[in-house]
């Protein structure tokens, strides 16, 4: 059954990248995408039925900050393939939509569903922490694209929202100075828990490389640790931290610098529910939470920074 329809000239780009014979035979569109639109297109062949994910690079302004993102996303599917987890297999990429009509990027559909409502915390975070580890496991020196912040430090303003604005000069303060020394890993960019899918109770794969680049293990870290600070607390952060410090041994050393910079990355405007969590069955969540939440995660980093 077909729940959304695309455009001929995108699906039959679909069709011809898999096989000119096959045939569609569903559509649906995929929760968790915020800056471009994904949906599942099933197509047969010879009585096999196999799904794919197309991302449909839709935000124009995304596009004039990177005219390549669907290249991009090929390479990091390419590179994230050297990791030993389940990740999507590049299948075709138009850059500048002249085949398909936008720019696009086809992939594999990988087993698995999001799960934000773990029944047991401590394997759930235990399985976000392995999984990180094993991205960065790859090195990354020759990956073309590199680490930035998203935000401009030097325009940080104190948030309008906050109750703590001595805590947020403080933070400032760190993150425009300088920076830990750290070699550079293949890092995900985008690394929280609505990316990572899991089955029978294990992660079965890692989604959305469209960011991927080489940079700090820190920032996939503190990325991640700002989503559970914000889902579930400070105790689950520090838990997945723990977590990952066990898994990744000596070769890791720990900084706040990273966790503090990430946390002044989500600083575009107040802390709201994120609209993919309540896509995911999450519920409960107030935009006064998420605030509270991330001052009190916030406070939590400044005490870690004095006892360097």
Same mark, same amino acid.
């Given at each position: 059954?077909?729940?959304?329809?695309?455009?001929?000239?995108?699906?039959?780009?679909?069709?011809?990248?898999?096989?000119?014979?096959?045939?569609?035979?569903?559509?649906?569109?995929?929760?968790?995408?915020?800056?471009?639109?994904?949906?599942?297109?099933?197509?047969?062949?010879?009585?096999?039925?196999?799904?794919?994910?197309?991302?449909?690079?839709?935000?124009?302004?995304?596009?004039?900050?990177?005219?390549?993102?669907?290249?991009?996303?090929?390479?990091?599917?390419?590179?994230?393939?050297?990791?030993?987890?389940?990740?999507?297999?590049?299948?075709?990429?138009?850059?500048?939509?002249?085949?398909?009509?936008?720019?696009?990027?086809?992939?594999?559909?990988?087993?698995?569903?999001?799960?934000?409502?773990?029944?047991?915390?401590?394997?759930?975070?235990?399985?976000?922490?392995?999984?990180?580890?094993?991205?960065?496991?790859?090195? !990354? $020196?020759? =990956?073309?694209?590199? &680490?930035?912040? #998203?935000?401009?430090?030097?325009?940080?303003?104190? *948030?309008? @929202?906050?109750?703590?604005?001595?805590?947020?000069?403080?933070?400032?303060?760190?993150?425009?100075?300088?920076?830990?020394?750290?070699?550079?890993?293949?890092?995900?960019?985008?690394?929280?828990?609505?990316?990572?899918?899991?089955?029978?109770?294990?992660?079965?794969?890692?989604?959305?490389?469209?960011?991927?680049?080489?940079?700090?293990?820190?920032?996939?870290?503190?990325?991640?640790?700002?989503?559970?600070?914000?889902?579930?607390?400070?105790?689950? !952060? $520090?838990? =997945?931290?723990?977590? &990952?410090?066990? #898994?990744?041994?000596?070769?890791?050393?720990?900084? *706040?610098? @990273?966790?503090?910079?990430?946390?002044?990355?989500?600083?575009?405007?107040?802390?709201?529910?994120?609209?993919?969590?309540?896509?995911?069955?999450?519920?409960?969540?107030?935009?006064?939470?998420?605030?509270?939440?991330?001052?009190?995660?916030?406070?939590?980093?400044?005490?870690?920074?004095?006892?360097?």
């Amino acid at each position: 059954m077909i729940e959304n329809e695309l455009p001929d000239r995108l699906l039959q780009w679909v069709v011809r990248s898999v096989n000119p014979h096959a045939a569609v035979v569903s559509i649906r569109q995929l929760h968790g995408g915020t800056s471009s639109t994904i949906h599942c297109i099933s197509l047969q062949f010879n009585d096999k039925v196999t799904d794919y994910v197309l991302r449909q690079l839709d935000n124009e302004e995304w596009l004039q900050e990177e005219p390549d993102a669907a290249w991009h996303e090929a390479e990091s599917l390419r590179w994230a393939a050297k990791t030993c987890l389940n990740t999507p297999q590049i299948v075709a990429y138009d850059i500048s939509g002249s085949e398909c009509g936008i720019p696009a990027v086809l992939m594999t559909l990988l087993e698995g569903s999001v799960d934000l409502n773990p029944q047991r915390m401590e394997p759930w975070l235990d399985g976000l922490a392995q999984t990180l580890v094993n991205i960065h496991a790859v090195e !990354a $020196d020759r =990956f073309s694209w590199n &680490y930035f912040t #998203y935000i401009d430090l030097d325009s940080l303003e104190i *948030p309008a @929202w906050s109750n703590a604005p001595e805590m947020w000069g403080a933070v400032f303060e760190i993150v425009r100075g300088p920076r830990p020394e750290t070699k550079p890993c293949f890092i995900h960019r985008d690394y929280h828990p609505a990316n990572v899918l899991w089955s029978g109770g294990a992660v079965s794969g890692v989604v959305d490389w469209v960011n991927a680049c080489q940079g700090p293990a820190g920032i996939d870290i503190g990325h991640c640790r700002v989503d559970l600070a914000k889902l579930f607390g400070i105790e689950a !952060a $520090d838990a =997945f931290l723990s977590a &990952y410090e066990r #898994y990744a041994g000596p070769a890791f050393r720990y900084d *706040p610098y @990273w966790d503090l910079l990430s946390v002044v990355d989500t600083l575009f405007g107040p802390p709201t529910v994120d609209e993919g969590w309540t896509a995911f069955g999450v519920t409960g969540l107030t935009d006064r939470l998420m605030e509270e939440r991330l001052e009190l995660y916030t406070a939590s980093l400044l005490k870690r920074t004095e006892g360097k």
